[in-house]
T-cell receptor, first 115, second 118 residues
Framework: GENVEQHPSTLSVQEGDSAVIKCTYS??????FPWYKQELGKGPQLIID?????GEKKDQRIAVTLNKTAKHFSLHITETQPEDSAVYFC??????????????FGTGTQLKVEL | DTAVSQTPKYLVTQMGNDKSIKCEQN?????MYWYKQDSKKFLKIMFS???????INETVPNRFSPKSPDKAHLNLHINSLELGDSAVYFC?????????????????FGPGTRLTVT
């Protein structure tokens, strides 16, 4: 089955700096890679995603890159703000023939943005 | 508000009891999921249903029985609760687009149910 590794497990940056989180996956059949932000006591919130036919996607301060050959993808947050502090999860997805898709999650990165 | 909702938010119970968690989505999605998040925050899929049909059962003990009365609801019943069942359970939903070879689908998560078994 799919295996997703995520690094680092914790990341502390100064406000205004950039943060980068990296993930690798094992199953070449995975073709959709979402990123989720989870704040304390809340459910994971989809913040950006990338599909296998795209190498890069950007949404304001957040960008994601995908290297299918190397099977790795990364989340980049620029100009970090205190409200960016949360746990971030990457995931790799395989489409299911019966409908829907199976997400395999990384182990999460605790991002702390310090003033 | 359009969203995925779960009840209850907190559930504290004793070993051996039976409990249920309910999930509803009003996003018009046709696929729903249950995930378990353990104490180390690792998220793992348990079940998925598409149009009320079971698609995934990820080697979850038989004590866990999902039920989908319609495609907007997916409930989780747990029999004979054990200490190791303590976790946060998340419901999620997505929309399946027709046709082969299409990209995968965005999953939206509920707020979670924190289950504590004592």
């Amino acid at each position: 089955g799919e295996n997703v590794e995520q690094h680092p497990s914790t990341l502390s940056v100064q406000e205004g700096d950039s943060a980068v989180i990296k993930c690798t996956y094992s199953d070449s059949a995975s073709n959709y890679f979402p990123w989720y932000k989870q704040e304390l006591g809340k459910g994971p919130q989809l913040i950006i995603d990338i599909r296998s036919n795209v190498g890069e996607k950007k949404d304001q301060r957040i960008a994601v890159t995908l290297n299918k050959t190397a099977k790795h993808f990364s989340l980049h947050i620029t100009e970090t703000q205190p409200e960016d502090s949360a746990v971030y999860f990457c995931a790799a997805s395989i489409r299911l023939t019966g409908g829907g898709n199976k997400l395999t999650f990384g182990t999460g990165t605790q991002l702390k943005v310090e003033l | 508000d359009t969203a995925v909702s779960q009840t209850p938010k907190y559930l504290v119970t004793q070993m051996g009891n039976d409990k249920s968690i309910k999930c509803e989505q009003n996003l018009g999605h046709d696929t729903m999921y249950w995930y378990k998040q353990d104490s180390k925050k690792f998220l793992k899929i348990m079940f998925s249903y598409n149009n009320k049909e079971l698609i995934i059962n990820e080697t979850v003990p038989n004590r866990f029985s999902p039920k989908s009365p319609d495609k907007a609801h997916l409930n989780l019943h747990i029999n004979s609760l054990e200490l190791g069942d303590s976790a946060v359970y998340f419901c999620a939903s997505s929309l399946t687009r027709p046709g082969p070879g299409l990209a995968d689908y965005e999953q939206y998560f509920g707020p979670g149910t924190r289950l504590t078994v004592t």
